[in-house]
């Protein structure tokens, strides 16, 4: 069994490892790619993991959270564009975003009307805001609904093979 360190403020990464019960050996073993004493340096801060480095934690370790995490937190590009997702239950994704859905209903002729000339006027913009955030909930609904599903395949309690099937036989 790991020896569980007793630092305070453990990142995602030292944190994640742990809850798998690995050593930074035993990690590295499983990443195959990545060196223990490499693993040390990002978990203590001294180094800022590279996004392939998070590609194969992300899949080893059965936790595609870890992407979403690097993008939103650690990426420049991504701090700007890619906001955080928290993992959540499936029935508090799930109404989030019928409440967020059923806003932008209610708000769908308004944004006709602002939208038909091409222009946000100064007596438009306070409800343009407004969908602009309701949108920007509901695309977060649906990043935090894939990640969890992304993670019940990972994990195995979604069948990824009857998922696959599904899903390309709508296509």
Known sequence: MARVSTKENKNIYHKTRESLQLTREAASDLLECIAPERIEKIENERSL????????????????????YYCAN??????????????????QIVLEMLASLNSMSKQKER?????????????????????????????????????????MLATGAIDEEQYNAHKNSKV
Not at 49 to 68: F, T
Not at 78 to 88: H, L, N, R
């Open 111 to 151: 944004l006709i009307e602002i939208t038909v000339d091409g222009k946000i006027t100064g007596d438009e913009l306070e409800d343009f805001i407004y969908i602009q955030e309701e949108l920007e909930r509901i695309s977060i609904a649906v990043e935090t609904l894939q990640l969890w599903s992304e993670r």
């Open 74 to 91: 650690q990426c420049p590009i991504g701090q700007q564009y890619v906001p955080e997702v928290k993992i959540k239950d499936l029935s």
């Open 49 to 68: 993991p590279h996004p392939d480095e998070v590609l194969v934690m992300a899949e080893k370790y059965k936790q595609p959270s870890l992407c979403n």
